[in-house]
């Protein structure tokens, strides 16, 4: 631990600097500039008047955590702070929360300076600061996942397993009352129930079957709500286009319109030197726009693309993402070369694949740009984070320290950059 | 300590402010314009969301709007829209919120409130003057209601009176309605679609 506080020193000193950030973005970004901002303040007013938001409407499918949350904050804080800065302060402690749990969850895996960088590259990562700072149910949803994935790295001994799995299985419920992309994580969760007991057969049945079985009774009254007012439609649950008027017609007008195979396979050269949607090639381009939404702000809600320095700052940031990609990806060759001793990590890697399925299925059936962004996996922070840990950890002292002091100046950089009116 | 949190939070929630005179609902709803639209659109009645006639955009609107923008006369008209539904009209007002120049606009304006009838317990008119650089003006009217003696007032219509030209952008700032929009897009002389 010695060699490596000088690395804890300059990732917290890093940390602390992009919280500064975070909530110092929170109250600089203008008022429901925030993805779906309206729709989401909509629901805030229904239960901050103590009732549900009609599903019908652009958000109101989404479930009433995050939204009664919301509503305790409003009355809580004074009304010299906005509702919508509240309601995204609530992100930004779901941020924080996140971040925690991935550190705190890779240093028992990991060397304390690599579980350090790899959760502030994680918590300085552009897709994670917007989503983070913005006002939605996307963080809080991220961080009861990752709550409930980190219960399953460390699951215990097995005559205690299905009261670890009760708790799990209570983090997905509010994961799955906040957001529906829970839904997908509830599977893999029961995957690392099912791997770590493997060995006792009966007890890994009963744990799995109670991460499932939890969170959907709990959430069943809503989705049941949903499924009757769709009439049975299952994609009412993850999109306000298949019941709210409004959001089917924006959707349905949003290029591309049609998707083709090839939108899959061709990355645009505007995925580093213009990262956004408006971009020559971008907006059929899925590995483009998911890889530009997840170094930069592909979407333009955040940062204003229009002014030449912050487009420039952003391709540097975009084309410095290439780092950290490429780390990730020589860890994913690292838990291919050892699985069984990354088998910790199955219930994780799981929900990253399901997630990303899910999102390819997604951007397949509402095939408009906005349906491509890389915030809808970012309950995958975990696994991700985990993999740039697995990256650094398979290489040489020297290049470990070259590495972990790039990825901080990374760190930096994102920072800089995502910082609202810092560039400007 | 869990006990006390929760009592000081439960204690909070009942400890709101007591309501709110009109004048204070609507000198508020004017700070908050804006700033902060999430609390200005609670203090609005249902109806009034019906009233303004704003709707959303959607992409190609935004796009064939630049073009004819950028013909200028040349440019075909654009095409007849149905009206837009309440739903729309709603995310419409707060949204137009946070664009550019909004804020802008709203911070060169100062007001007064000049007059308050209250005819009955739950009807209330609340006059005030919207005071722009260099000594331009004019009067918006607010009509409030509440539901009994003991419910907060809300804003259930605005009128403005005496607006000209050159008063448009303030006007559609301090209220912002469809009718205003098509004003000031033709003052400034680009497509009012």
């Given amino acids: ?424 | 300590v869990r006990r006390l949190v929760l009592g000081v939070v439960v204690l909070l929630l009942a400890c709101g402010r007591p309501p709110l005179d009109p004048a204070t609902v609507v000198d508020d709803y004017l700070h908050e314009l804006g700033r902060d639209p999430i609390r200005a659109f609670s203090r609005v009645t249902p109806s009034f969301q019906t009233r303004h006639g704003l709707r959303l955009a959607t992409d190609p609107e935004v796009r064939a709007w630049q073009h004819r923008r950028s013909r200028g006369a040349s440019a075909a008209p654009a095409p007849e829209r149905p009206p837009p539904t309440p739903e729309e009209e709603r995310l419409a007002w707060l949204a137009v919120q946070g664009k550019p120049g909004y804020q802008t606009e709203l911070a060169r304006l100062t007001w007064q409130i000049m007059d308050v009838e209250q005819p009955d317990d739950l009807r209330a008119l609340v006059k005030t003057r919207i005071e722009l650089p260099r000594g331009r003006s004019f009067e918006q009217i607010f009509q409030l209601v509440r539901a009994s003696p003991r419910a907060p007032w809300r804003i259930d219509q605005v009128e403005q009176v005496g607006v000209g030209e050159d008063e448009l952008a303030a006007a559609f700032v301090t209220n912002p309605t469809e009718a205003t929009r098509e004003r000031l897009a033709a003052h400034l002389g680009v497509p009012a679609d």
């Avoid at chain 1, 506080?5 to 109250?27: E, K, Q, S, T, Y």
């Avoid at chain 1, 919508?84 to 402690?93: K, N, Q, Y």
């Avoid at chain 1, 895996?109 to 149910?137: H, K």
């Avoid at chain 1, 994780?348 to 491509?372: E, N, Q, T």
Wanted: hydrophobic fraction near 55%.
């Fill in chain 1, 1 to 424: 631990v010695t060699g490596d506080r000088p690395w804890l020193v300059a990732a917290g000193a890093i940390a602390g600097l992009a919280l500064v950030g975070r909530i110092h973005d929170a109250f600089t970004l203008p008022p429901l500039q925030d993805f779906d901002g309206a729709g989401h303040a909509l629901n805030a007013v229904a239960l901050h008047a103590g009732r549900l938001p009609d599903p019908t409407t652009w958000a109101g499918f989404h479930p009433p955590l995050y939204y009664a949350l919301g509503a305790v904050v409003w009355a809580l804080l004074p009304e010299s702070v906005p509702v919508h800065v509240g309601l995204r302060l609530i992100s930004v402690a779901a941020g924080i929360g996140m971040a925690l749990v991935v550190w705190r969850t890779l240093r028992r895996r990991f060397a304390p300076a690599d579980a350090a960088v790899a959760s502030l590259v994680l918590f300085c990562a552009p897709v994670f600061v917007l989503s983070t700072s913005m006002l939605g149910n996307e963080a809080l949803c991220a961080f009861l996942v990752t709550a409930a994935l980190a219960r399953t790295t460390a699951i215990g001994p097995p005559e205690r397993a299905a009261r670890h799995a009760s708790a799990t299985g209570a983090w997905l419920a509010a994961a799955l009352l906040t957001k529906a992309t829970a839904l997908v994580a509830l599977g893999p969760c029961a995957l690392g129930y099912g791997v770590a007991l493997r060995r006792t057969p009966r007890r890994a049945v009963l744990a799995a079957s109670l991460v499932v079985v939890l969170p959907l009774a709990v959430a069943a009254p809503h989705f049941a709500r949903l499924l009757r007012v769709s009439g049975g439609d299952v994609l009412a649950a993850f999109s306000g286009g298949a019941v709210s008027p409004a959001a089917q017609k924006e959707m349905r007008s949003q290029p591309p319109g049609e998707r083709h195979l090839a939108d899959y396979v061709t990355i645009p050269s505007a995925t580093f030197l213009a990262p956004v949607y408006a971009a020559p090639g971008m907006v059929r381009s899925v590995p483009g726009l998911l890889y530009a939404s997840t170094w930069a702000d592909a979407h333009e809600r955040f940062l204003p693309a229009w002014n030449p320095r912050v487009l420039a700052a952003e391709s540097l940031l975009a084309m410095a993402g290439l780092l950290p990609t490429g780390i990730a990806l020589l860890g994913v060759i690292g838990v291919l070369r050892r699985p069984r001793a990354h088998a910790w990590l199955v219930a994780s890697l799981a929900l990253a694949g399901a997630l990303l399925v899910a999102l390819l299925r997604y951007s397949w059936i509402l095939p408009a740009y906005s349906s491509v962004k890389a915030s809808y996996l970012l309950s995958a922070g975990l696994p991700a984070a985990a993999l740039l840990a697995v990256g650094l950890g398979g290489r040489s002292a020297a290049w470990r320290g070259v590495l972990r002091g790039a990825l901080l100046a990374f760190a930096l950089l994102a920072i800089g950059v995502t910082w609202i009116g810092f560039v400007t």
